[in-house]
């Protein structure tokens, strides 16, 4: 059914109930509506997907901004603060007015254990301030600066504790927010563009073209997939430049990944090809590309949207496996992966709890990004009940 | 009432609601509907789709879907008699849906089939599984084997062939005649004494519809059960029953024996049915479609439901009041203003 | 039926020829040959070898040949020798190596499968009696965040939290006494009891969406007319549901085996690495590590074939109890 046709047949038969009736301006609204207005009013009704699409906008801000929001660099060592715990944080001064500050940290060692205990020394009190200048770094790219969005004079704040290169995870897990959640949308791209192509050459071709694709992807699919990553990013030489090793890897996970998004063209396309819309272009004369570019490909859109949404996290958590297990992002580069590398040691986690902090930002990540896709499945169907 | 109070009463429906509660308001699907069936006897109801005639069974067997579905009012008198004929009186609404004893009473006692043979069956089991498993929950001390041969026996006389090897055939082997059979045999195995059959032949073909109506007349007739046959159909009405109940939006706006109700229709939406359908020897006339559609089932109407649609409608007085059923000639119930 | 069989299992062959094609290309893939990678590795360890000793090597191993040949003996040796190659990382034969351990992680990741049915099935029936109820919308929102929340960092979390706060390492697959124990009854609770989390952690996902899955179906169900038949038989609701329609609901998720299966390996082979157990993925782990090509490719290619003959036999048996697609092949 086209779209016009399926808004006069919903809108019709809504109007018999008498709650339609009430909404009758509503319901001229929906009939004029386009098919994109329909899908964002769906999709602000669906809370949770709100809520998760603006704390995803949030975060990719914050990665963007990573520099200018993290108080130091991911690779500044400070000296005397190994494995130290997170910084409190007070907001009322001892003498009752309001201003966030904290303490410095005095350590010693414990004679039995040989660990580090780290205490605050409350004698002197460190304000905490916005904009402060700081390490110097170059905005976006584009020119250097050394202001930060707050920081402390005269004592180190770690807000997130630190790893036992006394580096500042805060600071890290920014840096790696870079890497982690931008390899979810350049792996997707990837996939995407694959599967894209060969799912819509072999829905709208069909034939023996289209059977070899999909023994392919049967092929494809049947393959456990993290065993094939980790053995074709074991033949990846160990000494590549970062970039070039993020975009390596990038590739590796895509090998998998395009299937999925090739599936969903390909049985949209097979539906969408016998639409009377379609045999109308065909009967017009219009060219392969047009049909598929002009009438097939705005059809099913909306459901592109959704897989995406849907491989977006996948992708970001193959990559986080990956380089958890030391097989993707090398050092120095951060990713989450890669920070939560330190938290492979049990006894290491047992006394710096903080090194799990990473791991709940890939789970916020995942679940936010599963909100979203939940609220656009529902919503880029706005025809269906 | 119809004259049919020679066999003794079997169910006596008083004042039924079945009411659905649905998120955009309250449909009352029954409202008010009171009829009695006698052993032996048969009554079929008429009408369109929508106008309750299903829940009115599905109340009687307790099955009405709840949530959404209640029924709300009225009694269902049902007349269990033992061998002796001594007769115990159970009011099937009191009776918890899905107790032990509103069970015994369904499939024992009334046995049901329904339009769709394509959808009625499981697909994994085999008819005679399903057949059987009706003797086993209603016959204690049945042995499997028992039951089988049972279900074989009753295959063969619902008129499928070959059914000792049929029994252990899927649905989906089988035509959608043959499926109806089945589901015949499902509802007589237990021996019932009332069969309510609800549309059995709407989505059968023609000529299949008619020998399942013989078939289901002929069992009728050897079981000496009483029938309740719910249909669209006038023509499959008129043949299967000895009186006949219109029904419209929830309730009977016209009650009484085939005959007369084929001489002498009352009500304006009877009239109006008999007139939409061609008749064999009637004279050439033109086949006259009733006005309008069917109002919101929601609306709450203050006057005669068929107001909206009947085309001798009084104004200001069939809109204002809702007319009551009243006997206007012995034996014949109409609910219209015409007849007061 | 018996057709329906042969022919899956002869569709079978290309599948596991394609498989053992990828698996040497990943041998292959590195740069650098396998056996001057050994000498390399023989130097540094302070063994010199001379010319012929490295001539001997690459016959040995086959270099001199052409590529389709060596792989052609590869196969070969797997399929009429049950030859897997040698690992240069261990210095045993893969065969020796994965013997224990590929048997373990294919029992996890089934038992994975089944556990997970097993919690989810009741559940999805639940909520779908319920619907709407409290509980209902309780065990979905927690479906929806089991299905997003990746398995292995909760396992990272979980371990970090037992250990911490029940002093239990959940870490490996027995406690310490046990490791080169023989198989006893004690080791085996010692198992049952090490197992369960990674049980729960790879079935996770699977869990939550087979939820989802069971009931969706079941809503369908029991709202079909069968339904409605069987109570107007006379059944009781209990035995109505688990009679039709929850056998309806349920039968689908045998052809969920075939996509399934992968992701469940795939997790498992990632938890164990997390949790340490004694299972092929911290093997596999160290073999890419360490670029020990013939032992990842060997795991690589078990782990895949025994997927599809795993999806397969999820798919054999869902003609075993759908009478449907049995008969409807026989009529064709």
């Known amino acids: 059914m086209s779209a016009q046709e399926s808004v006069a047949v919903s809108s019709e038969t809504a109007q018999q109930t008498p709650i339609a009736q009430k909404k009758r ?11 994109r207005e329909l899908i964002w009013w769906r999709f602000t009704r669906h809370k949770a997907a709100v809520f998760g699409a603006v704390v995803l906008i949030v975060l990719y801000l914050c990665a963007l901004f990573a520099d200018f929001l993290s108080p130091y660099s991911m690779d500044t060592r400070f000296e005397g603060y190994q494995a130290a715990p997170p910084t409190p944080i007070h907001w009322i001064r001892p003498d009752g007015g309001f201003q966030p500050y904290i303490y410095g940290l005095q350590r010693k060692l414990d004679q039995k254990t040989f660990k580090w205990i780290y205490t605050e020394d409350t004698s002197k009190l460190y304000p905490l301030r916005f904009f402060v200048r700081g390490e110097e770094y170059k905005f976006l790219g584009l020119f250097k600066t050394n202001i930060h969005l707050f920081g402390v004079e005269g004592a180190p704040i770690f807000v997130f504790g630190t790893d036992r290169l006394s580096r500042d995870l805060f600071s890290r897990i920014w840096a790696g927010a870079r890497i982690s959640l931008s390899i979810g949308l350049v792996g997707v791209f990837i996939s995407f563009t694959l599967g894209v192509i060969l799912g819509g050459i072999s829905g709208y071709f069909g034939g023996v073209v289209d059977d070899a694709i999909q023994r392919v992807i049967d092929f494809l699919l049947a393959i456990p997939g993290l065993p094939l990553w980790m053995t074709l990013s074991a033949a990846l030489p160990r000494d590549w430049p970062t970039l070039k090793m993020y975009f390596a890897i990038t590739i590796i996970l895509s090998v998998l990944g395009w299937t999925g998004l090739a599936r969903v063209v390909r049985g ?4 969408l090809r016998e639409e009377d819309y379609t045999l109308a272009a065909i009967g017009a004369g219009a060219s392969d590309w047009r049909i598929i570019t002009r009438h097939l490909l705005p059809g099913f859109t909306s459901h592109l949207i959704v897989s995406i949404t849907f491989s977006i996290p996948a992708m970001i958590l193959n990559e986080t496996a990956l380089s958890f297990i030391g097989l993707g992002i090398q050092p120095p580069a951060v990713s989450w992966g890669t920070l939560l590398q330190d938290a492979q040691n049990l006894t290491a986690v047992a006394q ?12 916020a990540t995942v679940i936010l990004f599963n909100f979203v896709g939940d609220g656009l499945r529902d919503a880029a169907d706005p025809y269906q009940r | 009432m119809a004259a049919s109070a020679n066999n003794p009463l079997l169910i006596e429906v008083k004042d039924l609601q079945t009411y659905f509660f649905l998120h955009e308001g309250t449909v009352r699907a029954v409202d008010g509907v009171s009829f009695n069936i006698y052993e032996g006897r048969s009554l079929g109801v008429i009408g369109e789709s929508g106008c309750g005639k299903s829940v009115t069974a599905q109340s009687m067997m ?8 209640r029924e709300v009012g009225g009694s269902i008198l049902m007349y269990l008699r033992d061998g002796n004929g001594a007769a115990e009186v159970v009011d099937v609404l009191k009776l918890p849906a899905g107790g032990p004893k509103m069970r015994s009473i369904r499939g024992q006692q009334i046995g049901m089939i329904f339009q769709e043979p394509m959808t009625s069956l499981s697909p994994l089991h085999t008819i005679g599984d399903q057949i059987s498993e009706n003797i086993l929950i209603h016959e204690k001390g049945v042995t499997k084997k028992e039951a089988r041969e049972r279900t074989i026996e009753m295959l063969g006389r619902v008129g499928i062939p070959r059914p000792q090897r049929l029994v252990d055939a899927y649905p989906h082997q089988l035509s959608g005649g043959m499926r109806q059979r089945a589901m015949i045999a499902m509802a007589l ?3 019932p004494r009332l069969l309510i059959g609800d549309e059995p032949t709407t989505a059968l073909d023609v000529t299949i519809e008619a020998q399942i109506l013989d078939l289901i007349k002929k069992l009728q007739a050897d079981l000496g059960m009483a029938l309740m046959y719910i249909s669209h159909d006038l023509a499959v009405v008129g043949e299967m029953s000895d009186e006949i109940m219109v029904m419209y939006l929830g309730q009977v706006m016209e009650h009484s024996t085939t005959d007369e109700i084929f001489d002498n229709p009352l009500h304006p939406y009877t009239v109006a049915l008999w007139r939409s359908i061609p008749t064999i020897e009637g004279k050439l006339e033109r086949l006259v479609p009733i006005s309008g559609s069917l109002p919101s089932p929601f609306a709450v109407l203050p006057g005669c439901r068929f107001f909206s649609r009947c085309d001798r409608r009084i104004p200001g007085v069939c809109d204002a009041a809702p007319p009551p059923l009243k006997e206007v000639v012995p034996g014949h119930l109409v609910r219209c203003f015409l007849y007061q | 039926m018996l057709l329906y069989i042969i022919r899956r299992l002869l569709m079978l062959i290309p599948i596991l020829i394609l498989m053992s094609m990828v698996a040497f290309f990943l041998i292959e893939l590195p740069p650098g040959d396998y056996v001057s990678f050994r000498i390399q590795q023989l130097k540094m360890s302070g063994v010199e070898v001379s010319e012929d000793e490295a001539q001997r090597l690459m016959i040995q191993f086959g270099l001199d040949k052409p590529l389709p040949l060596r792989y052609w003996q590869w196969v070969s040796g797997i399929v009429l020798r049950g030859n897997w190659g040698w690992s240069l990382q261990w210095n045993k034969s893969v065969n020796e ?4 351990r590929i048997p373990m992680t294919m029992v996890i990741s089934f038992s994975a499968l089944i556990f997970s049915w097993m919690i989810a099935v009741p559940i999805g029936i639940y909520s779908a009696t319920h619907k709407y109820s409290i509980g209902d919308y309780l065990f979905t929102f927690l479906g929806f965040i089991g299905v997003a929340t990746p398995g292995f960092l909760l396992a990272l979390i979980m371990a970090w939290l037992l250990f911490t706060q029940l002093g239990f390492s959940a870490l490996g697959l027995f406690s310490k006494e046990y490791l080169d124990a023989p198989w006893s009854w004690a080791k085996f609770v010692d198992l049952l009891k090490h197992l369960w989390l990674p049980l729960i952690l790879v079935g996770l996902s699977n869990t939550a969406g087979t939820i989802r899955v069971v009931r969706n179906n079941l809503l369908d169900e029991l709202n079909k007319q069968y339904v409605i038949t069987a109570r107007a ?18 039968n689908p998720l045998l052809s969920t085996v075939s996509w399934v299966l992968p992701g469940l390996v795939s997790s498992t082979v990632l938890i164990d690495i997390v949790l340490s157990l004694q299972t092929v993925g911290p093997v596999l782990l160290r073999a890419t590590l360490a670029q020990d090509m013939y032992l990842a490719g060997s795991i690589v290619l078990i782990l895949s074939a025994l997927t599809v003959i795993g999806a397969l036999i999820g798919d054999i048996l869902l003609v075993l109890v759908d009478p449907r697609i049995r008969f409807g092949r026989l009529a064709k």
Do not use: D
């Not at chain 1, 301006?25 to 098919?35: F, H, I, K, L, T």
């Open chain 3, 233 to 250: 038989k006379g059944l009781s609701e209990w035995k109505l549901l688990f009679k039709y329609p929850v056998r309806m609901a349920i």
């Open chain 3, 97 to 100: 190596i994965l013997s224990e």
């Open chain 1, 268 to 271: 949209k396309i097979l539906q």
């Open chain 1, 25 to 35: 301006s509503a319901e001229e609204r929906y009939y004029y509506a386009s098919q």
């Open chain 2, 62 to 69: 307790r099955i009405v879907p709840s949530p959404p579905g």
């Open chain 1, 352 to 363: 710096q709890p903080w090194l799990l902090i990473p791991a709940l930002f890939v789970i």
């Open chain 2, 189 to 191: 195995i237990c021996g």
